[in-house]
């Protein structure tokens, strides 16, 4: 595996190959959510490259930007067993200079869910995602389904730039009580990671109703918030895959999402109905 930090050298190394390239960008603490989507990338491409940078642009001030776990070794080791061939790690110097260019998010999208909690988070995100797609020019990139806001608008900004890069959305892999899986969780307690879990039984039940045939979405969120009690919640939204708000369940197109704060974690999971 190489490891290149430079992203010019990257862009001219790419060049070379002539095969067709999957791309995984990433913050970094990778877990066995990251190493779902490096094997979906590897199951349909011939060159595989993964990112590790913690993107500065997508924090607010008072963030957890400088406590964010930073794993190099590690991440180095599991991209390489993984069979990924290039792992680019660049410096802050290395994507941003001074006076900028930003992508801005969409006025409505980009500023509802996470992007209300946070707003400006998701002018970071696409800025630094544009700037990866522009270095690694991937014919695929895989993105896991657990960041819904952040994949649509993705998906967004590839179709309304014409880019020609194919995103491709990865299902969330969770522990085998059903937490999903967050470079974040490393920052629960015990005691906390089990209030967590009140999260995916939410989600869980609001399957089963689903699967029941219960489509009010009042209902549904009655039931959910039940579940949720005592957590803090920034959100539970049932939505279309367009990020619309329903009345109504329809099957093959609602994403159900919820943010909630445990102790000073803030968590994010969704269910694709
Ligand atoms: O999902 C993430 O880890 C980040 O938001 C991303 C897409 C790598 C951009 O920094």
Redesign the pocket.
């Known amino acids: 595996m190489k490891i290149i930090s430079d992203a010019l050298e990257l862009k001219a190394y790419l060049k070379t190959i002539t095969k067709s390239v999957g791309f995984i960008?990433?913050?970094g603490a990778l877990h066995d959510g990251h190493l779902s989507l490096i094997k979906e990338a590897k199951k349909e491409c011939e060159f595989v490259v993964v990112s590790v940078?913690v993107?500065p642009t997508?924090f607010l001030a008072g963030e957890d930007l400088a406590k964010y776990p930073s794993r190099d070794e590690a991440d180095k080791k599991i991209c390489s067993l993984a069979g990924v061939d290039v792992l680019f790690l660049p410096q802050v110097k290395d994507i941003y200079g001074e006076d900028e260019v930003y992508v801005s998010a969409p006025d409505v999208r980009g500023y509802v869910l996470e992007g209300a909690t946070r707003p400006g988070h998701f002018n970071g995100?696409l800025t630094?995602?544009n700037k990866l797609f522009n270095i690694v020019s991937p014919d695929y990139a895989y993105?896991g389904k657990k960041?819904a806001q952040?994949l649509n608008l993705i998906t967004l900004m590839v179709k309304q730039l014409f880019m020609s890069v194919k995103i491709v959305p990865v299902d969330t892999v969770r522990e085998s009580d059903g937490l999903a899986l967050s470079s974040r969780n490393v920052y629960l307690s015990t005691k906390e990671r089990k209030e967590a879990l009140k999260i995916s039984t939410a989600l869980y039940e609001a399957s089963k109703m689903v699967s029941r045939k219960e489509f009010v979405v009042d209902d549904i969120k009655m039931s959910m918030y039940k579940i949720l009690g005592s957590l803090e919640i920034g959100y539970v939204e049932i939505l279309n895959r367009e990020f619309k708000i329903v009345e109504e369940i329809e099957i093959g197109n609602t994403v159900i999402l919820v943010e909630a704060l445990v102790g000073t974690t803030r968590l994010l999971d969704n269910i694709w109905l």
């Open positions: 960008p990433t913050m940078f993107n997508q995100v630094v995602v993105f960041d952040q």
